[in-house]
């Protein structure tokens, strides 16, 4: 097995991802009114762009023609440090809004904590590739989906669920 044995998973999940975060705009620009009024749902925002933005910088280190593992591992590991110093600082903005009134949606995503996981599994990958062992791309599957379906889950939130 190779890193361009890949080539396909990352086209798919770029696309995903790809599609989500256009969405994603669509919604904020069409509830940008209500979004304004509340700093609690532009950190929300933040958050859920963060989460569907993974994917998409995961599938373009992984269709790059021609790069050894070591390479994409150090990659990974460099997007996943950046990754969790983002969320962490999203989610601190989040905290610092006064936002008392998440529902009970909200607070179990948020003690779940599918970015930290995500964030967790794209390390660890990357780690594995360094070593020189390309079965690290297969931890990519959970961590792209759990990327996918957590950032839908925000968005779900931020969207419909939200208090405001």
Do not use: C
Request: aromatic share 6%.
């Amino acid at each position: 097995m190779s890193i361009q044995d890949w080539d396909t998973f990352g086209h798919v999940a770029g696309d995903a991802s790809g599609a989500l975060v256009g969405l994603l705009f669509v919604a904020v620009s069409l509830n940008r009114d209500r979004i304004v009024q509340y700093p609690a749902l532009h950190a929300s925002a933040l958050q859920t762009l963060i989460i569907f933005m993974l994917p998409l910088i995961i599938a373009i280190l992984l269709v790059t023609p021609r790069q050894p593992a070591w390479v994409l591992g150090s990659e990974l590991i460099t997007l996943g440090i950046v990754h969790g110093l983002t969320l962490a600082l999203a989610g601190h903005r989040k905290r610092n809004t006064g936002n008392d009134e998440q529902s009970q949606l909200a607070r179990l995503l948020d003690q779940i904590s599918p970015n930290t996981a995500t964030t967790l599994i794209v390390l660890a990958a990357g780690a594995i590739l360094v070593s020189g062992n390309v079965v690290g791309l297969y931890l990519l599957v959970p961590a792209v989906v759990l990327a996918l379906v957590g950032g839908v889950v925000k968005a779900w939130i931020f969207l419909i669920d939200s208090p405001y």
